[in-house]
T-cell receptor, first 116, second 112 residues
Framework: DQQVKQNSPSLSVQEGRISILNCDYTNSMFDYFLWYKKYPAEGPTFLIS?????DKNEDGRFTVFLNKSAKHLSLHIVPSQPGDSAVYFC???????????????FGKGTHLIIQP | NAGVTQTPKFRVLKTGQSMTLLCAQD?????MYWYRQDPGMGLRLIHY???????AKGEVPDGYNVSRLKKQNFLLGLESAAPSQTSVYFCASSWTDQETQYFGPGTRLLVL
């Protein structure tokens, strides 16, 4: 059962326009959400995060929106640039229990392609 | 400051062989993780550690063992490799389970 879903395997956007990547989750215990960017043959790199107590977090060209009632978050990139072409993973975590950590639950990723 | 490093970068094994993947971090993080990435599957947690001398199972632990003898190192072992373990393996570390995880560059493993 997939707890974090990215339903679009790929997305093509023209340079300069807005890119919107979507992510849905099912586990109501998730309280921290992250977006990672991954280039081929490299490890994922952290992009932006949001806590469940917020509904928006902005960092330069990147904004993440969280809709808890819909269990949905989205990443907006404005304006899109050629270097943004990569695979974007949505990830979520729940509070650890008993001092443990369950890592991050990842979506399957969306391949963003920025066209010149 | 190298961040998270992984050794080796690429390895080919025959079925039944064993090997150890090494992860090292220089950020003094308490938490360390091993993930595998397969096509169309995203990243899945294999094992993790919440501190030196501790390990715990993640989502897909079967066929793997781990050890955290030193805080900065997290080892992933395959005792008897199987073709199903062909994957890209990523190590990550973080301060706490609520903090951002930082990933290494990955180890590509092919089991024939």
């Amino acid at each position: 059962d997939q707890q974090v879903k990215q339903n679009s395997p790929s997305l093509s956007v023209q340079e300069g326009r807005i890119s919107i990547l979507n992510c849905d989750y099912t586990n109501s215990m998730f309280d921290y959400f992250l977006w990672y960017k991954k280039y081929p043959a490299e490890g994922p790199t952290f992009l932006i995060s949001i806590s469940s107590i917020k509904d928006k977090n902005e960092d330069g060209r990147f904004t993440v929106f969280l809709n808890k009632s819909a269990k949905h978050l989205s990443l907006h990139i404005v304006p899109s640039q050629p270097g943004d072409s990569a695979v974007y993973f949505c990830a979520a975590s729940a509070p650890g229990t008993g001092g443990g950590a369950d890592g991050l639950t990842f979506g399957k990723g969306t391949h963003l392609i920025i066209q010149p | 400051n190298a961040g998270v490093t992984q050794t080796p970068k690429f390895r080919v094994l025959k079925t039944g062989q064993s090997m150890t993947l090494l992860c090292a971090q220089d950020m003094n993080h308490e938490y360390m993780y091993w993930y595998r990435q397969d096509p169309g599957m995203g990243l899945r947690l294999i094992h993790y550690s919440v501190g030196e001398g501790t390990t715990a199972k993640g989502e897909v632990p079967d066929g793997y063992n781990v050890s955290r003898l030193k805080k900065q190192n997290f080892l992933l072992g395959l005792e008897s490799a199987a073709p199903s373990q062909t994957s890209v393996y990523f190590c990550a570390s973080s301060w706490t389970d609520q903090e951002t995880q930082y990933f290494g560059p990955g180890t590509r493993l092919l089991v024939l």
